[in-house]
């Protein structure tokens, strides 16, 4: 089933119409394609079946100057969209495309794009790369939409030093004073054994809720009466899981706190 020169879009559309074997023996007949081409429309085919639709193929066709991609994984089960995201992602640098994609998946956003534009309510809060977003947020509402976040509310009470609500002291790198919020990433809290001298913040807390992820355990710790956090660790052999109710310690970096004035 070759491609006729001016017939690609017809074509294109008799191939869909085609059992899901037919569709794959027409793009390597056509011997234009590679096998990373191929390889993404029958990931596509497996999932979509006959609704496919032509403009999800087009693209290996047609090779447009500028790409949309709205939602373009949104119907596939979670396992294959992470192996399409990687397919995309790989002929799209092949082919040197210039793609807009609209998504509300985060992690599709980080894995997949260069620029990243996070956008609310028709006006752009940041526009950066995956680090300048994550690491560095402009604002709470995109430390709260990119990742995962806890958020500490309380004030800033001078140059480094946050107190929440419920009494917390809390070293940062924050300045200013008034009304605010600290946002911690789950990751980026330790789990310790014992105090340690230099550690920025070392807090005692009690674990209310355990979330076993498999590679990942997410713990609930509360802190105090008003805060409590959460904390990523790695599900390691050496490291062992507290149990629910155990008294831990948590410690985290003065950089580590990312803090936003009301």
């Given at each position: 089933l070759p491609l006729g020169a001016g017939m690609?879009?017809?074509?294109?559309?008799?191939?869909?119409?085609?059992?899901?074997?037919?569709?794959?023996?027409?793009?390597?007949?056509?011997?234009?394609?590679?096998?990373?081409?191929?390889?993404?429309?029958?990931?596509?085919?497996?999932?979509?079946?006959?609704?496919?639709?032509?403009r999800h193929?087009?693209?290996?066709?047609?090779?447009?100057?500028?790409?949309?991609?709205?939602?373009?994984l949104s119907n596939l089960d979670a396992k294959l969209r992470q192996d399409v995201r990687v397919e995309i992602r790989e002929l799209q640098r092949k082919l040197r495309l210039t793609t807009v994609m609209v998504t509300h998946d985060q992690e599709e956003a980080l894995t997949m794009a260069d620029r990243l534009v996070v956008m609310s309510e028709g006006r752009i809060r940041?526009?950066?790369?995956?680090?300048?977003?994550?690491?560095?947020?402009?604002?709470?509402?995109?430390?709260?939409?990119?990742?995962?976040?806890?958020?500490?509310?309380?004030?800033?009470e001078g140059p480094g030093r946050f107190v929440s609500a419920g009494g917390l002291v809390v070293a940062c790198e924050g300045a200013g004073t008034g009304s605010a919020s600290l946002a911690l990433r789950p990751e980026r809290v330790v789990l310790m054994n014992a105090a340690v001298p230099a550690m920025d913040n070392s807090l005692p807390g009690a674990v209310e809720f355990i979330s076993y992820l498999g590679a990942q355990v997410d713990l609930h710790v509360r802190l105090s009466p008003k805060e409590r956090i959460i904390v990523q660790i790695q599900n390691r052999p050496e490291q062992p899981l507290p149990a629910f109710g155990e008294q831990v310690r948590l410690g985290w970096s003065k950089s580590t706190g990312r803090v936003f004035l009301s």
């Amino acid at each position: 089933l070759p491609l006729g020169a001016g017939m690609h879009g017809e074509i294109t559309a008799y191939h869909l119409q085609l059992p899901r074997e037919q569709i794959g023996v027409g793009f390597v007949a056509n011997g234009n394609e590679d096998a990373g081409e191929i390889n993404l429309f029958l990931l596509l085919c497996r999932e979509r079946g006959p609704n496919l639709h032509a403009r999800h193929a087009a693209v290996i066709v047609f090779q447009p100057d500028v790409l949309l991609l709205d939602e373009p994984l949104s119907n596939l089960d979670a396992k294959l969209r992470q192996d399409v995201r990687v397919e995309i992602r790989e002929l799209q640098r092949k082919l040197r495309l210039t793609t807009v994609m609209v998504t509300h998946d985060q992690e599709e956003a980080l894995t997949m794009a260069d620029r990243l534009v996070v956008m609310s309510e028709g006006r752009i809060r940041q526009i950066g790369s995956q680090q300048d977003l994550y690491d560095r947020p402009a604002e709470r509402f995109v430390a709260d939409f990119v990742g995962r976040s806890t958020f500490i509310d309380g004030r800033m009470e001078g140059p480094g030093r946050f107190v929440s609500a419920g009494g917390l002291v809390v070293a940062c790198e924050g300045a200013g004073t008034g009304s605010a919020s600290l946002a911690l990433r789950p990751e980026r809290v330790v789990l310790m054994n014992a105090a340690v001298p230099a550690m920025d913040n070392s807090l005692p807390g009690a674990v209310e809720f355990i979330s076993y992820l498999g590679a990942q355990v997410d713990l609930h710790v509360r802190l105090s009466p008003k805060e409590r956090i959460i904390v990523q660790i790695q599900n390691r052999p050496e490291q062992p899981l507290p149990a629910f109710g155990e008294q831990v310690r948590l410690g985290w970096s003065k950089s580590t706190g990312r803090v936003f004035l009301s």
